[in-house]
């Protein structure tokens, strides 16, 4: 069993649709990742929260906003999807942010998304 | 900008051989992560280290700061082992490798 938390486990939802990602942990960390991971590719990262704080976006489209409403919570909202978005989305989370110590990810089962 | 390695891209074993997977990065880190991801999706963080060496069980996992090169060994595979193996370096930003996807027959 995870101690990062994810749903749902599996989404479909059309283009114009709106959904949300959500992902919790109860580890007291208080750094919270989103990577989207393609089939058969390694994750690719897309935002980082460090103290509840929007610490790192790799230059992702604003069809993806992310939300962290308190230290235990991230929620990935999702916007006029495109089918190149259909992924496994995957959530992390770690004690502190990486690049100030060496603490390692813990990571959730992820949510398959598909767009039709 | 780091670029991660990993050799073999697939490797297929039987049962109850040494195996070994290796990962090398081009610029300094401070530490290197290696994970585990089964076909349902699910990553397991297995060691993350910044120098020497680490063993768990049937795993073990060395680097070689100077030379910029990780390995992870797996002594006598099993099948439940068969997945595919993600090095992840730390440094000024996270550069996962491609993995290396591992078949242990039985």
Same mark, same amino acid.
Not at chain 1, 85 to 101: G, K, M, P, V
Not at chain 2, 76 to 99: E, L, M
């Given at each position: 069993?995870?101690?990062?938390?994810?749903t749902p486990?599996?989404?479909? *939802? %059309? *283009?114009t649709n709106?959904?949300?990602?959500?992902?919790? /942990?109860? *580890? %007291?960390?208080?750094? *919270?990742?989103?990577?989207?991971?393609?089939?058969?590719?390694?994750?690719?990262l897309m935002?980082?929260?460090?103290?509840?704080?929007?610490?790192? +976006?790799?230059?992702?489209? !604003?069809?993806?906003?992310?939300?962290?409403? +308190? !230290?235990?919570?991230?929620?990935?909202?999702?916007?006029?999807? /495109?089918?190149?978005?259909?992924?496994?989305?995957?959530?992390?989370?770690?004690?502190?942010?990486?690049?100030?110590? +060496? /603490?390692? /990810?813990?990571? %959730?089962? %992820?949510?398959?998304? !598909?767009?039709? | 900008?780091?670029?991660?390695?990993? #050799?073999?891209?697939? $490797?297929?074993?039987?049962?109850?051989?040494?195996?070994?997977?290796?990962?090398?990065?081009?610029?300094?880190?401070?530490?290197?992560?290696? =994970?585990?991801?089964?076909?349902?999706?699910?990553?397991?963080? $297995?060691?993350? $280290?910044?120098?020497?060496?680490?063993?768990?069980?049937? =795993?073990?996992?060395?680097?070689?700061?100077?030379?910029?090169?990780?390995? $992870?060994?797996?002594?006598? #595979?099993?099948?439940?082992?068969?997945?595919?193996?993600?090095?992840?370096?730390?440094?000024?930003?996270?550069?996962?490798?491609?993995?290396?996807? =591992? #078949?242990?027959?039985?």
């Amino acid at each position: 069993d995870t101690e990062v938390t994810q749903t749902p486990k599996h989404l479909v *939802m %059309g *283009m114009t649709n709106k959904k949300s990602l959500k992902c919790e /942990q109860h *580890m %007291g960390h208080r750094a *919270m990742y989103w990577y989207k991971q393609k089939a058969k590719k390694p994750p690719e990262l897309m935002f980082v929260y460090s103290y509840e704080k929007l610490s790192i +976006n790799e230059s992702v489209p !604003s069809r993806f906003s992310p939300e962290c409403p +308190n !230290s235990s919570l991230l929620n990935l909202h999702l916007h006029a999807l /495109q089918p190149e978005d259909s992924a496994l989305y995957l959530c992390a989370s770690s004690q502190t942010l990486n690049t100030d110590s +060496n /603490q390692p /990810q813990h990571f %959730g089962d %992820g949510t398959r998304l !598909s767009i039709l | 900008k780091n670029e991660v390695e990993q #050799s073999p891209q697939n $490797l297929t074993a039987q049962e109850g051989e040494f195996i070994t997977i290796n990962c090398s990065y081009s610029v300094g880190i401070s530490a290197l992560h290696w =994970l585990q991801q089964h076909p349902g999706g699910g990553i397991v963080s $297995l060691f993350m $280290l910044s120098s020497g060496k680490k063993k768990h069980g049937r =795993l073990i996992a060395t680097i070689n700061i100077q030379e910029k090169h990780s390995s $992870l060994h797996i002594t006598a #595979s099993h099948p439940r082992d068969s997945a595919v193996y993600i090095c992840a370096a730390y440094g000024q930003n996270f550069v996962f490798g491609p993995g290396t996807r =591992l #078949s242990v027959l039985p």
